[in-house]
């Protein structure tokens, strides 16, 4: 049947670096934008090419990863033509009533040709917002004269075949109020963060793996390291932790499948 459950989900998590940190390829004197746009063009067909060959379902990129100019036109163009949902976080975009208010968000680009042998021509993009910047960010964009804008809403997506799921941009992974809402509602959390801290995630996302129990997939920078992947199994419990990629300054495009 085209709309049974799939016995298991295929991600790729696109854990992207550059050779130096955040603030030194986002410009801070341009509302944080990419400096070398078309970069991540080259990096993003990298990962796509691992992703294609593995028949992967979704594929993950880590927060801040894609300038915002290229979403509409080239990511569209890609998700249709590798027949995959691709989600990452956007660089930082200005709020239309102030320029001195910054958002922060990820997307997710659906085409309509995922599970049909067509060509296909079109795909849905939603821009999903971070509720929440952490204190250092927060502190960071304060200092250069801008105001973090809340986001205001958390979208929970449906799939007859992918099952439920949902995204989070880093630091809203820790809300409590955010989890109490996801929980048992969803099969497959997905977080796209730019973290240093890579511990206390790990620690959470097993945490929240027997609270919500869903999968939970973490796609970090590459600078940073530490992208894993739990699923909530009964037993044996070693294999709830499906991947954790470890060490820092690492780019690398694993393909696994989530129950």
């Known amino acids: 049947m ?15 670096m550059h050779d130096k940190k955040i603030d030194d390829y986002l410009d801070e004197n341009n509302s944080f934008r990419h400096r070398d746009p078309y970069k991540q063009l080259d990096i993003l067909d990298k990962i796509l090419s691992i992703s294609y060959e593995d028949r992967a379902h979704f ?10 100019k290229l979403l509409y036109r080239f990511i569209k163009e890609r998700s249709i033509r590798y027949k995959c949902i691709i989600m990452g976080g956007l660089e ?22 995922l599970f049909r042998r067509t060509t296909g021509r079109n795909a849905t993009i939603i ?6 910047p952490a204190p250092e960010e927060k502190d960071k964009l304060e200092g250069k004269g801008y105001e973090f804008k809340n986001g205001n ?5 449906s799939s ?51 609270l919500l129990l869903c999968n939970v997939v973490i796609c970090n920078t590459g600078y940073y390291g530490g992208s894993a992947a739990f699923t909530p199994l009964r037993e044996p419990s070693y294999e709830r932790q499906v991947i954790q990629i470890n060490g820092n300054r690492t780019q690398v495009g694993p393909v696994f499948d989530s129950q």
């Open 153 to 157: 809403r958390i979208y929970h997506f």
């Open 92 to 113: 930082y975009g200005t709020d239309k009533n102030s320029r001195n208010k910054l958002v922060n968000e990820a997307f997710i680009v659906v085409p309509e040709n």
């Open 2 to 16: 085209m709309d049974e459950l799939l016995d298991a989900v295929r991600v790729t998590i696109g854990q992207t």
């Open 160 to 210: 007859k075949k992918l099952g439920n799921f949902a995204i989070l941009v880093c630091f809203d992974f820790l809300n409590l109020p955010v989890q109490a809402i996801l929980q048992g509602q969803i099969q497959t959390l997905f977080v796209l963060t730019y973290n240093k801290d890579i511990p206390s995630f790990i620690s959470i996302a097993e945490t929240l793996l027997r």
């Open 59 to 68: 594929v993950l990129l880590p927060e801040f990863f894609l300038p915002r």
């Open 127 to 132: 821009k999903v917002p971070k509720l929440h």
